[in-house]
C-alpha cells in the first residue's frame, strides 16, 4: 500500500541552526514527490517537487530511492520558516500525504 | 489571476442535515480535486475530477460525492451529516490533474462542524 510517514510531529530549532524534516514513503513505481508548506493563517501552498531539484527559499530536498526516503533541508534556518510542512506522493491523480511536522524556529 | 475559491467558508449544520459545498478554480485549469483535513486523520483524498468526469475517489462512504460542471467548476455533496464529518474541506485545482511534477494550487477551505 502507498504511505508517506512523517515522524516528528514538531520540530524546534534556532534560528541559524540547520534544519531536516524527514519523509518516508512507501511505493512500488517511480515516486513522484512533493513538499507542501502551510504558513500561519495561510493556504496550503507547493514549496518543491522532486523533479524539479529546485531550491525555494534555501530549502532542498533529494530523493533517495534506495532509503525511500525525500527529507527536506536547510542550512540555516530564519524566522519565517516557521510553519507546517507536509510531505506528499502523487499517486493516480491525487496526493498521498504525510501527517505533516510543525516546525517552530527560536529566535 | 484569481486563486481557487471556495465557497462558504464557514458551516454550521447539524446531524442528518445534507450539504453542498463549492470550488471555483483558477482560470483555465481543468482538474479539481477535494480533500478533507482533519487533526486526528490529517489530510485524505476525497476525488479528483477533469473535464466533468470523476477519475479517482478516495475511501470515502456513498455520503460523500461530487461533481464538476462544464466550467471547471466543482461542487462536493455530503448527505445525511455525522459528528465525524466536520472538519477542513479543501479544494485544489491544476491544470490536468494527471501532468507528472504539476502543481496543487488549494483554496482556503471550508470549515463545515456538524452539531
Known amino acids: 500500500a502507498q504511505r508517506v510517514t512523517q515522524p516528528e510531529k514538531l520540530l524546534s530549532v534556532f534560528k541559524g541552526a540547520p534544519v531536516e524534516l524527514k519523509c518516508n514513503y512507501s511505493y512500488s513505481g517511480s515516486p513522484e514527490l512533493f513538499w507542501y508548506v502551510q504558513y500561519s493563517r495561510q493556504r496550503l501552498q507547493l514549496l518543491l517537487r522532486?523533479?524539479?531539484?529546485?531550491s525555494i527559499k534555501g530549502f532542498t530536498a533529494d530523493l533517495n530511492k534506495g532509503e525511500t526516503s525525500f527529507h527536506l533541508k536547510k542550512p540555516f534556518a530564519q524566522e519565517e520558516d516557521s510553519a507546517m510542512y507536509y510531505c506528499?506522493?502523487?499517486?493516480?491523480?491525487?496526493?498521498?500525504w504525510g501527517a505533516g511536522t510543525k516546525l517552530i524556529i527560536k529566535p | 489571476k484569481a486563486g481557487v475559491t471556495q465557497t462558504p467558508r464557514y458551516l454550521i449544520k447539524t446531524r442528518g442535515q445534507q450539504v453542498t459545498l463549492s470550488c471555483s478554480p483558477i482560470s483555465g485549469h481543468r482538474s479539481v480535486s477535494w480533500y478533507q483535513q482533519t487533526p486526528g486523520q490529517g489530510l485524505q483524498f476525497l476525488f479528483e475530477y477533469f473535464s466533468e468526469t470523476q477519475r479517482n475517489k478516495g475511501n470515502f462512504p456513498g455520503r460523500f460525492s461530487g461533481r464538476q460542471f462544464s466550467n471547471s467548476r466543482s461542487e462536493m455533496n455530503v448527505s445525511t451529516l455525522e459528528l465525524g464529518d466536520s472538519a477542513l474541506y479543501l479544494c485544489a485545482s491544476s491544470l490536468r490533474g494527471g501532468g507528472r511534477n504539476e502543481k496543487l494550487f488549494f483554496g482556503s477551505g471550508t470549515q463545515l462542524s456538524v452539531l
Open positions: 522532486h523533479i524539479s531539484r529546485e
Open positions: 506528499a506522493l502523487k499517486v493516480n491523480y491525487q496526493l498521498i
